[in-house]
């Protein structure tokens, strides 16, 4: 009796056992899904509050030139054509595609930004120079190294360039603030040049250490900037 | 010469497998570098030997408080081919106005960029030889520690921290330190101070 008893006793162990181990992965899954939900960061939860480029379903489906890493070519970036409701507002253009770059091709590998990384904001000032204001994301989540940063600030003048001709230059911002790097190498203190009509070599034109030097326009649109961010 | 193994103190810098933190595997291959350099006969200036971050004007300062130095910045990224280096130049600045010998802090390497680049060809055409897979011709990225080193200077970028074992990348120090050094053994004949630059220290704030 007692070698039955210990037999079924055994047997209803090892049955569950069996059933907790095939549900411990479903509930890691469950208890990972309700921590993103949760875990929401400040950041993320200002970045819904912010008027996301509008989708401008009335605008003809265009095919774009989208930057994208090279899966052959290590270094290099390709252009991708992307089918998009482009807007004639150069502003909303800028957003649809920067919005695109950033959510990334079809190949993970070939992503030059980080997934997590959000654009916060693009301003065009009338002399043609651009300002994209990034969320912290693109400074901690880039992989590290001159390679990697150069191929992600590359692919946004290159995306840029193609897509939305009267941004001439570009200044990249990381939450609404002037940056001395993107992640410690590429030097966001310089205005880009994006477009080759910006014939005044902007590039290392005005160098300048964060929060001072920069030319009286793009410091005004810096600070409207911050102050949206700062909301 | 003035070897920048970059990043350190709270700044690791890349993190690979096996604990591998760029701030620190950069220390080797900077004072590898420095013995291959001095048996050739230079002298060398590290601009940390432990685990500090000198600010990179700090960094800059070193070159360029020198007359006829030369500067190396040396970096192990994230990503790229394991086992490859690449060599990198600041892109073509604007002409710098040279007023009563100074030249703007901001804007210091622009009088040495074609030295910048004539060294960076040769260490890369070193590294290509040494390491299969990495470029023949140098690259160029506005590359922030480069901005204001009044010297020739170059970014030496090593793929990468992540490998399998830590030993992939030991196995890399001898050759990169080589590279370095016979790269600048054959710039050095060539390496006349621009007179368009500041003298050592006149570089304007």
């Known amino acids: 009796m007692n070698q039955k008893w210990t037999m079924w006793l055994g047997g209803v162990l090892l049955a569950a056992v069996i059933a907790a181990a095939l549900y411990f992965p479903a509930l890691r899954r469950q208890v990972n899904k309700a921590k993103d939900l949760t875990e929401k960061t400040a950041e993320q939860a200002r970045r819904e509050l912010l008027p996301v480029a509008p989708v401008s379903t009335g605008d003809p489906m265009v095919k774009v030139n989208m930057f994208w890493g090279s899966r052959g070519q290590e270094g290099e970036l390709v252009p991708v054509v992307v089918e998009l409701p482009l807007a004639r507002d150069p502003v909303l253009r800028a957003k649809q595609v920067l919005n695109t770059l950033l959510a990334g091709p079809v190949d993970a590998e070939s992503r030059t930004l980080p997934p997590d990384a959000a654009l916060l904001a693009f301003y065009i000032l009338p002399d043609g120079t651009g300002i994209a204001d990034f969320s912290d994301e693109i400074r901690t989540s880039i992989p590290s190294g001159i390679q990697s940063e150069q191929l992600a600030v590359e692919s946004i003048l290159r995306t840029l360039e193609a897509n939305v001709p009267q941004v001439l230059r570009l200044k990249i911002l990381i939450h609404g603030q002037e940056a001395d790097t993107l992640a410690g190498h590429v030097d966001l203190t310089q205005l880009f040049r994006v477009n080759a009509k910006d014939a005044a070599g902007t590039q290392l034109d005005n160098p300048s250490p964060p929060g001072s030097k920069l030319p009286a326009p793009i410091r005004r649109a810096v600070d409207t900037v911050r102050r949206a961010t700062k909301r | ?205």
């Not at chain 2, 490998?163 to 590279?179: C, F, H, I, Q, S």
């Open chain 2, 1 to 205: 010469m003035v070897l920048d193994p970059a990043h350190g103190g709270t700044d690791p810098g890349a993190r690979g497998t096996e604990g591998i933190s760029e701030s620190d595997e950069v220390l080797q291959f900077a004072f590898a570098t420095k013995r291959a350099l001095e048996a050739q006969g230079f002298q060398v200036i590290l601009t940390r030997e432990g685990n500090d971050d000198p600010s990179f004007d700090d960094r800059s300062a070193r070159a360029n408080a020198q007359r006829g130095a030369v500067f190396i910045t040396m970096h192990i990224a994230s990503t790229g081919l394991t086992g490859t280096a690449r060599v990198y130049v600041e892109p073509d600045a604007p002409a710098t106005k040279n007023i009563a010998g100074l030249i703007p802090w901001d804007r210091a390497q622009a009088p040495f960029l074609s030295l910048s680049r004539k060294l960076g060809d040769l260490v890369q055409q070193e590294l290509s030889k040494r390491f299969k897979g990495s470029p023949d011709t140098l690259q160029t990225a506005p590359v922030r520690q480069l901005r204001t080193t009044a010297a020739p200077a170059i970014a030496v970028e090593i793929s990468s921290v992540v490998v399998k074992e830590r030993v992939e990348l030991d196995r890399m120090v001898p050759g990169v330190a080589e590279a370095i050094a016979r790269g600048l053994v054959e710039f050095r004949p060539t390496y006349v101070v621009p007179s368009n630059s500041a003298p050592g220290g006149s570089v304007q704030p």
